[in-house]
């Protein structure tokens, strides 16, 4: 497909508000439909729930339908494989099989949705029509390099296979086909400027490389920026699903793409949270070949409803805030770095910090112990760190201790599980 001409990729990312809304609609109920009855994975789940296709309306209905997390389709693909049930034609008809770590099987581009995502998503980022693209992602087996080639192949870009290492290779090909645009790691692509530097290759003068699609990693981001003026641009996907959202030039969150329906869902009710509020974020890719219904793969992120300047309409992801691995389920709620670190900002003057959890009486146990100088005010403190803990974690504290600074170690996890191995 071809860009617009007015600076957008299509038509969809300028739609209203009640045009975006009806189409999501749709397509909510045409992949859940689709889904009950071609993968049987999808389907058992919603049996399993007491949920029929004919019940999932729309966007409001979806939380009715149970979460599919990286472990579980881990586990699912191992009992029915290759694909655990969610794919809806047989192996043999699918262009590429690729693995991902879990392992998970997957298999990107047969879907032109699936592709469209790519290439709006590029588009967005900078990339046109007549670049030459290095792609440093691997096309061993692993499925990002695979993903991206066909799709911007046929979007008109000149693609350079590369795959990773042999940096000084990747210098030489950079400068010999004129490269233009890169996409891999931030950091891989800051140690093949500094491999440019060691061979006497000025990277500003020296190369044509205007551009930097890579995944999140903002601080090599800035570097590459400052010290080589090179343009950087982000965009967030799995292996599983393909990438869903993407930066415009107004770098003010990712915009998520039309050919995906992304949530994000309190972790531990699963229903959606507002604007700004951190949840889990579900992905369910109108994918007609591997339709992962409520997919999560373990990050965190929020909304940002504000009007982009760059004129999109889409609803954009901000910058991902940690992944659900990091949580530690306590009462049976999921607790988080990132909501332990909010309580602390609300009480200045304090060091280290970490949340304990025990095991006493067979019930959980918390404490929250943290550091700071002795304060006659310290009894008003601690109890207004329980207070703040329980609106923002929704749990008591049983505890809160002060230690002197430095009378934790450099090293304290966040969160401190201590409970036995049958009691969590």
Known sequence: MAPTGNGFFDEQETMSADARR?????????????????????????????????EIRGLDDLSRI????????????????????????????????????????????????????????????GLRPGDILQNAFSYHVSPMGLLLDTPLREYGVAMVPMG?????????????????????????????LQTAEEMGIDPRRQLALRLAVT???????????????????????????????YNCEARSGMHVCDEAIVEIVDMNS???????????????????????????????????????????????????????????????????????????????????????????????HLTLRYEAPEDPAGTARDRSLAIHFKELCRLNLDGVERVNPGGLPADVKVLMDERPQGAK
Not at 32 to 54: L, N, W
Not at 99 to 117: E, V
């Open 270 to 364: 699963g229903q959606p949270v507002g604007p700004g509020e951190v949840g889990r974020v579900v992905v369910t890719p109108l994918d007609s070949t591997l339709p992962l219904v409520r997919y999560a793969p373990g990050d965190l992120s929020s909304w940002n409803v504000e009007p982009c300047l760059c004129g999109r309409t889409a609803i954009r992801l901000n910058p991902l805030a940690g992944w659900i691995g990091q949580a530690v389920k306590m009462r049976g709620m999921f607790v988080h770095p990132y909501q332990l670190a909010g309580v602390v900002a609300l009480h200045p003057g304090m060091g280290r910090y970490t949340l304990i959890c025990r095991t006493v009486d067979r019930k959980d």
């Open 215 to 245: 995944p999140l990693d903002h601080g090599v981001m800035r570097i590459i920026e400052k010290d080589y003026g090179i343009r950087v641009t982000e965009f967030y996907g799995t292996a599983d699903v393909g990438i869903v959202a």
């Open 22 to 54: 009806v189409h999501a609609d749709a397509q909510v109920r045409w992949i859940v439909e689709h889904a009950y009855r071609h993968a049987p994975g999808v389907r058992s789940r919603m049996d399993a729930a007491g949920v029929g296709p004919e």
């Open 164 to 192: 990773g290492g042999n940096k000084q290779l990747q210098v030489q090909v950079m400068k010999d086909l004129g490269v233009t645009a890169f996409t891999g790691t931030a950091t891989f692509l800051l140690e093949i």
């Open 66 to 125: 149970p979460i599919t997390s990286k472990d579980d389709l881990i586990r699912l693909q191992r009992e029915s494989p290759p694909f655990g049930g969610f794919c809806t034609v047989p192996p043999n008809r699918l262009g590429t099989l690729t693995m991902s770590p879990g392992p998970t099987y997957n298999s990107p581009g047969n879907d032109a949705s699936y592709r469209r995502r790519i290439q709006k998503a590029f588009f967005g980022c």
